[in-house]
């Protein structure tokens, strides 16, 4: 989901070291959390009640702000079947998790003002290596290991999402990431404005940070020839350079699987901060 970044994206410009820290800091604890919620996943949790235990351990890390509060997606949902409008659909339901059901957990919260984004999916019960969820994860994989070599060629974020999106189809998978908002793949991260990142929380789902910072980066783009902040089919005329949340969703059938990650482009280094499909984040 987009978000406001104060780096400078210019083609000379290199990384803010700070940025890299800050970032890879707020997603180790995102995944942490994520991955302890996870574990505890059985027949009959529902994605009411995973949502509050993500938040609720975030919170006792000292969480306070967000870019998004947490989603949790069973079953069908894993690839937004019947999804209408992003929100309320997108919000945590009573739907109670049943053995062998696919679940994607994703939150977004902001530590000391910089940004995680992670997202892990998983089934209910032990999963054999052969299962269809497991083939899908397993895809996923390929595709994240072949990104950092297509972000460092892609002419700008169009052409990465177009590539991303062709393997996917050839996968013989769906792409599932065109029904978020903008259609995207990715969005660039680094640290809010004090102002955004100590704004309220207000219901769930998209937060203030998120859709303030989102406004000015868009009137950046339009009227001071800022970088587009999106990774989309609409990013074309520059070069990626940054640090991005990149977020492939697929789905075969009712089965939806993604990972989100945050991937370093800058000069001659591309890299994964985890470069692993959930693996522990490096920085």
């Known amino acids: ?17 700070a940025d890299v ?9 995102a995944r942490a959390v994520i991955h302890d919620v996870a574990a505890t996943l059985a027949p009959g949790t529902r994605e009411i009640d995973a949502v509050r235990q993500i938040e609720t351990r975030l919170e006792r890390a000292g969480v306070k702000h967000w870019l998004h509060t947490a989603y949790a997606w069973w079953g069908a949902r894993t690839r937004f079947a019947g999804f209408v409008d992003w929100e309320p659909d997108a919000l945590a339901t009573s739907r109670v998790l049943e053995a062998g059901d696919p679940f994607i957990l994703d939150v977004a919260p902001l530590v000391d003002g910089y940004p995680a984004d992670y997202a892990f999916s998983g089934v209910c019960g032990a999963a054999a290596s052969t299962s269809p969820h497991a083939e899908i994860l397993a895809t996923l994989a390929e595709i994240k290991r072949a990104i950092v070599a297509w972000a460092a060629s892609s002419q700008d974020g169009a052409a990465l999402t ?19 908002p903008a259609g995207v793949l990715g969005h660039a991260v680094a640290r809010l404005p004090a102002i955004l990142a100590r704004a309220p929380r207000i219901g769930d789902g998209f937060q ?3 859709l303030g910072s989102s406004a000015v980066q868009l009137f950046n783009h339009r009227f001071r020839d800022a970088p587009y902040p ?5 990013a074309t005329g520059r070069p990626l350079q940054g640090l991005y949340a990149i977020e492939p969703h697929v789905a075969r059938g009712d089965i939806g699987a993604k990972f989100e990650s945050i991937l370093l482009v800058d000069g001659d280094e591309t890299r994964w901060l985890d ?9």
């Open 1 to 17: 989901m987009p978000i406001a970044c104060t780096y400078d994206f210019s083609q000379d410009s290199r990384m803010n070291l």
């Open 21 to 29: 820290a800050g970032i890879s800091n707020a997603q180790r604890l």
């Open 162 to 180: 177009k590539t991303v999106d062709r393997t996917i189809e050839n996968h013989d998978l769906d792409v599932v990431h065109t029904l978020y």
């Open 208 to 210: 203030l940070p998120l």
């Open 230 to 234: 999106l990774i989309n089919n609409i």
């Open 275 to 283: 470069p692993e499909l959930f693996g522990e984040v490096q920085g």
